[in-house]
């Protein structure tokens, strides 16, 4: 599987954005780039995904490289509640079904 | 519309005895997956389910670790003869029939954290 690369953690104060980097230099022409997170204590939730294009959800926005070798995942407006650890994964090859999380950036949130 | 539910939430066993975690998929799911997360680590995978199948269980230990989804209830891990290295949180996972494809979100529950004294 394609290696991903995220920043041990990152902070951010309340009500400013968050971007997220993520590096994925080995990523195939036909893996997607997903987005979980795990908050405190609770099972890790999807947040996004995309393949080539930009990607808008209600939780976030995707942002991918030309290259696709790198992606950002962009919180328009933490909260207190968007502090958790965010995982960059990559879906390829015939075991299109797991997912292997790396250790993820552990995003603070300052109020 | 009910998410993933995982039961117990803890669960305490002695060295020895045999641990049970169910796993109840979303309405409408039925594929499930099971992953484990060491203390300070991150989730790995460990075993891939249909109803009534093991599709893939490549990241299951080979010994004490077993897992069923039978057609009726819910996915069932088993681990016998428990030690304290399977102290961790336990998290399923589902996805819709559609299942296997690399577009498919996995939605996880709440997992179960396993406490071996």
């Known amino acids: 599987d394609a290696k991903t690369t995220q920043p041990n953690s990152m902070e951010s104060n309340e009500e400013e954005p968050v971007h997220l980097p993520c590096n994925h230099s080995t990523i195939s022409g036909t893996d997607y780039i997903h987005w979980y997170r795990q908050l405190p204590s609770q099972g890790p939730e999807y947040v996004i995904h995309?393949?080539?294009s930009n990607v808008n959800n209600r939780m976030a926005s995707l942002a991918i490289a030309e290259d696709r070798k790198s992606s950002t995942l962009i919180l328009h407006r933490a909260t207190l509640r968007d502090a958790a650890v965010y995982y960059c994964i990559l879906n390829s090859g015939g075991s299109n079904y797991k997912l292997t999380f790396g250790k993820g950036t552990l995003l603070t949130v300052n109020p | 519309n009910a998410g993933v539910m995982q039961n117990p939430r803890h669960l305490v066993r002695r060295r020895g005895q045999e641990a049970r975690l169910r796993c109840s998929p979303m309405k409408g799911h039925s594929h499930v997956y099971w992953y484990r997360q060491l203390p300070e680590e991150g989730l790995k995978f460990m075993v891939y389910l249909q109803k009534e199948n093991i599709i893939d269980e490549s990241g299951m230990p080979k010994e004490r670790f077993s897992a069923e989804f039978p057609k009726e209830g819910p996915s069932i891990l088993r681990i016998q003869q428990v030690v304290r290295g399977d102290s961790a949180a336990y998290f399923c996972?589902?996805?819709?029939?559609?299942?296997?494809?690399?577009?498919?979100?996995?939605?996880f529950g709440p997992g179960t954290r396993l406490t071996v004294l």
């Open positions: 995309g393949l080539t």
């Open positions: 996972a589902s996805s819709p029939p559609s299942g296997g494809t690399r577009t498919d979100t996995q939605y």
